[in-house]
């Protein structure tokens, strides 16, 4: 771990103290009010819980400790994605997203941002490292993209955007603040679905905005407070509790990845391996640059449907679930809700088990 994140990992486990009077509880309390003491004259800190409450403090000192930039936490990822489209967009403004990344992104774009008047034009993310980014209000990337890990150049997609008037905004999902930073390569937004590794234990969805202009934050934070997408406060105290084991649960996670993928790499039944953390993989260029490792995600691919499928059931470690970032292990075949995968697809996202245990599982599996 370099130095830089190690600050911020310890910083972030004592936010709290410097604001502490004695007899003050150390973990954040939960706060369910709505409504906060407001006499005519009030000049509290709070006063309804739409526009603002402790346990969103709490939450954003954490986040903004770990971003280096203003935050705004939102109740799911796709809440804090529609926030900064909502932000950044009008009608009459064109915008550009991956045609390879989170499909639920790509059908709010053409559902929804289309019938308001924004072109949406979509890119494979391996094509915005040469794309021109002229006529653009936005371009949006998602790197390494989910499902299928392909990555592109963020400081230079960022400069080439910039160049053409356009605003940047990355979704960090697959990294997280401790493996990526857009926002020092150049992007006027991140956004991340915390429901993943920050949140960390498959209990809880949430969502964040990270940005360094005053002007473009105070409109994503018009936006919760005028949409209603809202984090509730047993929620915001959950992820809280999530990101103090976030770097040590992540250091875990993207060994064990490593791992498991040069295994899986040299197995006879498996083909495709993709790891950006692997120096053959086309995504490992960015790594130690742009990607302070490989992640925590696989991608590879089984001989068909009915394979993969026997393989998954078969390991006694790898939860069949949908999302990834979880304590446990958990994989799932993509094809299922049509990515433009193999049938034999499966992304896997390495949990915190020991290692060897895991491998053992996965290896008993694919043997059949
Ligand atoms: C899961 C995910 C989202 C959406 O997050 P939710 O919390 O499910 O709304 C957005 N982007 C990426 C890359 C994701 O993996």
Redo the contacts with the bound molecule.
Sequence with gaps: MNDDNARRAARLLHHRKAGLAPGDPVAPPITPATTFHLPANGTGAYGYARAGNPGWSELEAQLSLLEEAETVAFP????A?SAALFACLKAGDRVILPAD??Y??RVLATDFLRGLGVAADFLPTTGYDTADFTGAALVYM?TPS?PGLEVCDIGAVAARARAAGARVVV?N??MTPFLQRPLDLGADLVVA?D??APGGHSDL???HVAGRDPVLMARVGDWRRLSGAVLGPFEAWLLHRGLETLELRLERMCASAGTIAERLAAHPAVRGLRYPGLPGDVSHRLVGSQMANGGFLIGFTLADAGVAERFLSACPYLAQST??GATHSSAERRARWGDAVPEGFIRLSAGIEPVEELWRGIRGALAG
């Design positions: 799911s990822g796709m809440a994605i990344g989170y639920v992104t998602e989910n979704d999902t697959t679905a429901t993943k969805l949430a969502g999302s990834f």
